[in-house]
């Protein structure tokens, strides 16, 4: 069975329609597919849906949704919403993947993610951001690129604190610019304990995260988030996974599951687990995927 609950459209920064990206992720044999368009925040990016969208998407993911019921694809409207954290210690944060502003579509599930490192520099600062921004960025810090993954753990943990959504996106999404070991050493003990500490923080709230291949999709890195030595932590810690292709494209779906499985098996998990309708997860063995 093929699943995955990591999907943009032409809404954000994806480049097909809900249709386009339905009728790929058919013809590759998924019986489940989520929705995730960047949902919009308080200030304008990109790669952000716009407010005055939101509606459209989320017509044209049911729509989609229509055109499959019966048919073997079962298709969700779901959000990939950021966690950014305020600037001032104490403050509620500029965004979060609970907050009520995305109810309006009622989405079936929330994706949450950090890609923001905030407070650190005079401008939009994400961890997956063009190279040469990144580069700008880890200057301004001095750079000291410890300070971006310290950041980006704390984001992490903050958001699963708070709560709010069903998956947990791309886990280890700082190394994207990190290729070579350019910025930090992802073996090195603080990296590691600093993933870690998030990672037991996770188990414990019971939180579903995703395997997710995008960087290898988009030719920045050779592995999926979460890398080896985290997705181990997750089986100690008892964390269960799901799969998040993070598609752009309708050629990304279904091409890099494999190596996502791989990596859950190589990392000991026997199962992953799918969610079958809003709210209900089952278990998969991985022999079975
Ligand atoms: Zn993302
Ligand atoms: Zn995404």
């Given at each position: 069975?093929?699943?995955?609950?990591?999907?943009?459209?032409?809404?954000?920064?994806?480049?097909?329609?809900?249709?386009?990206?339905?009728?790929?992720?058919?013809?590759?044999?998924?019986?489940?597919?989520?929705?995730?368009?960047?949902?919009?925040?308080?200030?304008?990016?990109?790669?952000?849906?716009?407010?005055?969208?939101?509606?459209?998407?989320?017509?044209?993911?049911?729509?989609?949704?229509?055109?499959?019921?019966?048919?073997?694809?079962?298709?969700?409207?779901?959000?990939?919403?950021?966690?950014?954290?305020?600037?001032a210690a104490g403050a509620a944060p500029v965004a979060w993947p609970g907050a009520a502003a995305y109810?309006?579509?009622?989405?079936?599930?929330?994706?949450?993610?950090?890609?923001?490192?905030?407070g650190m520099a005079d401008d939009e600062f994400t961890v997956d951001e063009p190279a040469g921004d990144f580069e700008r960025h880890v200057a301004g810090l001095g750079g000291?690129?410890?300070?971006?993954?310290?950041?980006?753990?704390?984001?992490?943990?903050?958001?699963?604190?708070?709560?709010?959504?069903?998956?947990?996106?791309?886990?280890?999404?700082?190394?994207?610019?990190?290729?070579?070991?350019?910025?930090?050493?992802?073996?090195?003990?603080?990296?590691?304990?600093?993933?870690?500490?998030?990672?037991?923080?996770?188990?414990?709230?019971?939180?579903?995260?995703?395997?997710?291949?995008?960087?290898?999709?988009?030719?920045?890195?050779?592995?999926?988030?979460?890398?080896?030595?985290?997705?181990?932590?997750?089986?100690?810690?008892?964390?269960?996974?799901?799969?998040?292709?993070?598609?752009?494209?309708?050629?990304?779906?279904?091409?890099?599951?494999?190596?996502?499985?791989?990596?859950?098996?190589?990392?000991?998990?026997?199962?992953?687990?799918?969610?079958?309708?809003?709210?209900?997860?089952?278990?998969?063995?991985?022999?079975?995927?």
């Amino acid at each position: 069975m093929r699943f995955s609950y990591h999907t943009h459209t032409r809404y954000c920064d994806g480049k097909a329609t809900a249709a386009e990206m339905a009728a790929a992720a058919a013809a590759a044999g998924y019986s489940y597919l989520g929705f995730t368009s960047h949902a919009p925040l308080p200030f304008r990016t990109s790669w952000n849906m716009a407010w005055e969208d939101l509606g459209a998407y989320a017509s044209e993911v049911r729509a989609a949704a229509a055109a499959w019921r019966g048919r073997g694809l079962t298709v969700f409207l779901g959000l990939e919403i950021d966690y950014i954290a305020a600037s001032a210690a104490g403050a509620a944060p500029v965004a979060w993947p609970g907050a009520a502003a995305y109810d309006r579509i009622a989405p079936d599930f929330r994706l949450g993610s950090v890609h923001f490192i905030t407070g650190m520099a005079d401008d939009e600062f994400t961890v997956d951001e063009p190279a040469g921004d990144f580069e700008r960025h880890v200057a301004g810090l001095g750079g000291d690129a410890k300070a971006v993954w310290a950041q980006y753990y704390r984001n992490l943990s903050a958001m699963v604190d708070r709560g709010g959504f069903d998956i947990l996106g791309h886990f280890d999404l700082v190394k994207k610019n990190n290729a070579g070991s350019r910025w930090f050493d992802e073996s090195g003990a603080d990296y590691l304990a600093a993933a870690f500490e998030a990672v037991d923080f996770a188990a414990e709230r019971d939180c579903i995260a995703e395997i997710n291949p995008g960087g290898i999709a988009r030719g920045k890195i050779a592995e999926v988030y979460p890398s080896a030595p985290i997705l181990r932590r997750m089986r100690e810690a008892g964390l269960r996974l799901t799969l998040g292709d993070d598609a752009h494209a309708p050629e990304h779906l279904g091409a890099y599951q494999g190596a996502a499985i791989a990596a859950a098996a190589a990392a000991g998990y026997r199962s992953l687990w799918y969610m079958d309708a809003p709210g209900s997860w089952k278990e998969i063995g991985i022999d079975e995927l």
